[in-house]
């Protein structure tokens, strides 16, 4: 299995999110891994140019010039990264509720019409998402609204974009460290064992 993981974690090294990430990848470490960090390498983001290049390409079905290519070479072997892996893991924190700008940059980078989503069809089927994140905060897992501690918007948009693209399955294990840290890291861990031995991910 190929596991490509795509990660933010601004604290470096204090990262609690981090401690999140390395129990994943110590359950995996048999399998096929490539990271892609965002703090090095971050995703694109659309202009006037890039913005029309792509419209121009993955809507109106035209050639681009070379110049039109280039702007969307990033974008383009991000995606072809994306396509070759059977599982994708998401990991950062969470600001202000919802993914970081540098996660949402990501996605928005590699959802690209005719290549991971077109209406009617599950281009990204065969694949799993997995989101692993950490808050100041413990919100509501089964649901979104703004009702606190319904206020989890990591696991609304996670599951709306990974459906949208057709993966066959998404989970999120969020968790805050902020008191009982071993105590929640090991219901953590948990989560993610229960979560691979659904996925039959040894």
Not at 54 to 83: F, T
Not at 132 to 156: C, H, Q, R, V
Not at 166 to 177: K, M, W
Request: glycine content about 4%; some cysteine; proline content about 3%.
């Amino acid at each position: 299995m190929k596991i490509l993981v795509v990660k933010y974690l601004p604290s470096g090294e204090k990262s609690n999110t981090k401690k999140v990430l390395d129990l994943f990848l110590k359950e995996v470490k048999s399998h096929e891994i490539e990271e892609l960090d965002l703090l090095k390498n971050p995703a694109p983001i659309f202009d006037e140019e890039s913005i029309q290049s792509y419209y121009k390409r993955n809507y109106g079905g035209k050639e681009l010039d070379e110049k039109e290519a280039n702007l969307l070479a990033k974008n383009d072997k991000l995606i072809a990264q994306l396509k070759a892996c059977d599982l994708l893991v998401l990991a950062s924190p969470m600001h202000n509720f919802n993914f970081p700008a540098a996660i949402k940059a990501y996605l928005d980078a590699v959802i690209f019409n005719g290549e991971t989503f077109e209406p009617g069809k599950k281009l990204m089927a065969g694949r799993k998402a997995l989101v692993l994140y950490t808050s100041g905060g413990m919100y509501a897992e089964d649901k979104f609204n703004l009702e606190y501690p319904n206020w989890d918007a990591i696991t609304f948009n996670a599951k709306v974009n990974f459906n949208f693209m057709g993966f066959d399955e998404s989970e999120v294990i969020g968790t805050s460290l902020r008191e009982k840290a071993e105590e929640k890291l090991e219901k953590v861990k948990e989560k993610i064992q229960k979560t691979l031995s659904k996925w039959k991910i040894d």
